[in-house]
């Protein structure tokens, strides 16, 4: 079966990083873009950021300069590395390949002093 699972997530004083990891499986990865997207409680799904298989990368602008996302084909995984983080980046974040329409069940990150 096809899926997309999530770790890393956390709760992390404001400033501080964590990295989460989204494992794929099944064939091609190194062909699909893929993504992290967050939800915060009673808000709408939204990206964070995205990487194509050429690893072109886009990001929220809420996020530059402190998010990166990357990618590692040889063992099917996604990362996204966040930096000082805030209070307003805990969410739910999940992981999201785009050509298969697939979603990960979703990491929580709790960022609280």
């Known amino acids: 079966q096809v899926q997309l699972v999530e770790s890393g997530g956390g709760l992390v004083q404001p400033g501080g990083s964590l990295r989460l990891s989204c494992v794929a499986s099944g064939s091609f990865f190194r062909l699909h873009t893929m993504g992290w997207y967050r939800q915060a409680p009673g808000k709408e799904r939204e990206l964070v950021a995205t990487i194509t298989r050429s690893t072109t990368t886009n990001y929220a602008d809420s996020v530059k300069g402190r998010f990166t996302i990357s990618r590692d084909n040889a063992k099917n995984t996604v990362y996204l590395q966040m930096n000082n983080l805030k209070p307003e980046d805990t969410a739910l974040y999940y992981c999201?390949?785009?050509?298969?329409?697939?979603w990960g069940q979703g990491t929580q990150v709790t960022v609280s002093s």
């Open positions: 999201n390949d785009r050509d298969r329409s697939l």
